[in-house]
């Protein structure tokens, strides 16, 4: 009988100690499983989609990606896809008179065609950089242009920003609740960094040019810098955000000439 107990102990215990490591393994897996790593991902795999517009054209090509996204307003998404729709339309119409014009006024020895080549067509093509896509917040920017006969090409880039959990669009005032002055603060704040990369300049610079046109240039500089950067809403109204930073997209020409590209800047939150 006493053997019989003492068996009847250790088979206690043994089921005790396996009851205890289920329920500790079983509440390190719910540990796991809750711990979604994605919470904390900006970026976060699925959660948008690559689409394209195909467009073919006797004047131009078109090359034109944008993301349409899981979770947000389908308005959202008609959105941007509406942007580009509009913007292909207007480039196909300038792609026909351009290249009317070209041929009407061509030079003798010219040998320009009434109907472009695939090769020698107008190119219109967009991209797009996504910032945020997770379970609250959309941003990210899309670039779109092309080439139509100009000078130069050109492009353009637009920023959307988006709250999932109350669906509606973020500007850039709802951003700083608490600073009604953050205007001025941006304004300051990119005004210095451009200057200090693109409106300064040293010995080399006045020895390798002609001092005049050297201090032309850089006045010219500043006086576009000082423009592009007024604390007016529009000047900072493409931007991205997480939850540290913010990066302001300067349009091309806002703040220098098209030679200095589309300068961006960022600065903490």
């Known amino acids: 009988m006493r053997k019989k107990i003492i068996i009847a102990f250790f088979v206690l215990i043994a089921v005790l100690v396996s009851v205890s490591f289920l329920y500790k393994n079983s509440n390190n897996k719910e540990i796991i499983i809750n711990a979604n790593p994605e919470v904390n991902t900006l970026v976060v795999a ?144 990119s005004r210095t960094y451009l200057k200090d990369k693109y409106a300064s300049f040293n010995a080399q610079d006045i020895k390798d040019s002609d001092l005049q046109a050297t201090k032309d240039y850089f006045d010219n500089m500043i006086s576009m810098i000082e423009s592009g950067t007024e604390p007016k809403i529009d000047n900072f109204s493409t931007f991205t955000f997480t939850p540290n930073k913010i990066k302001i997209y300067f349009a091309d020409y806002q703040v220098g000439p098209h030679s200095i590209g589309m300068p961006e800047f960022e600065f903490d939150r």
């Not at 139509?148 to 999932?164: C, K, Q, T």
């Open 46 to 189: 699925d959660s948008f989609e690559n689409k394209v517009l195909p467009l073919s054209d006797t004047y131009a090509k078109f090359d034109v990606k944008y993301p349409s996204f899981k979770n947000a307003d389908i308005n959202f998404n008609f959105k941007i896809e509406n942007l580009l729709k509009a913007q292909m339309q207007d480039f196909k119409n300038t792609s026909v008179e351009n290249w009317q014009a070209r041929f009407n006024t061509q030079a003798e020895g010219d040998n320009i065609s009434k109907i472009p080549a695939d090769a020698d067509k107008f190119t219109f093509s967009s991209d797009y950089n996504v910032v945020q896509s997770n379970a609250n917040y959309i941003s990210f920017v899309l670039h779109y242009g092309g080439f139509d006969g100009g000078a130069h090409g050109f492009e353009n880039v637009v920023s959307y920003n988006y709250d999932i959990k109350k669906q509606k669009e973020i500007q850039l005032a709802d951003l700083f609740s608490n600073n009604q002055n953050y205007l001025n603060d941006i304004s300051v704040k």
